[in-house]
């Protein structure tokens, strides 16, 4: 089992910026690929951001490459998005996730390879 809990939305002003944090625990973190989710009002839970076990390969949704950077800290147990730029659009409940599966594109960016979520953080941007 892996433990999962996020930490650092809030609520900001277009432009603005916040830096969300997910701290595991349990199992090894450097075995696992981390992803973040966002699941705004009335829409689907999808795809935000990815990083391989090592940090090697990111991955981003198209809505926010160029604003978003993920991270990791493998002796912290942590990844890390730091979220610049942020518009009303990103406004959501942000979670985090683990996988097992292989860091390819694939499958770091598909909800259905992850095996462990977090409870969620909102964010919110206002206009």
């Known amino acids: 089992q892996v433990q999962l809990v996020e930490s650092g939305g809030g609520l900001v002003q277009a432009g603005g910026s916040l830096r969300l944090s997910c701290a595991a625990s349990?199992?090894?973190?450097?075995?696992?690929?981390m992803g973040w989710f966002r699941q705004a009002p009335g829409k689907e839970r999808e795809f935000v951001s990815a990083i391989g076990w090592s940090g090697r390969h990111t991955y981003y949704a198209d809505s926010v490459k160029g604003r978003f950077t993920i991270s990791r800290d493998n002796a912290k147990n942590t990844v890390f998005l730091q979220m610049n730029s942020l518009k009303p659009e990103d406004t959501a409940v942000y979670y985090c996730?683990?996988?097992?599966?292989?860091?390819?594109?694939?499958?770091?960016?598909?909800?259905?390879?992850?095996?462990?979520w977090g409870q969620g953080t909102q964010v919110t941007v206002s206009s």
């Open positions: 996730a683990a996988t097992i599966a292989p860091d390819t594109i694939r499958t770091m960016t598909r909800e259905g390879q992850y095996d462990y």
């Open positions: 349990g199992r090894t973190f450097s075995n696992y690929g």
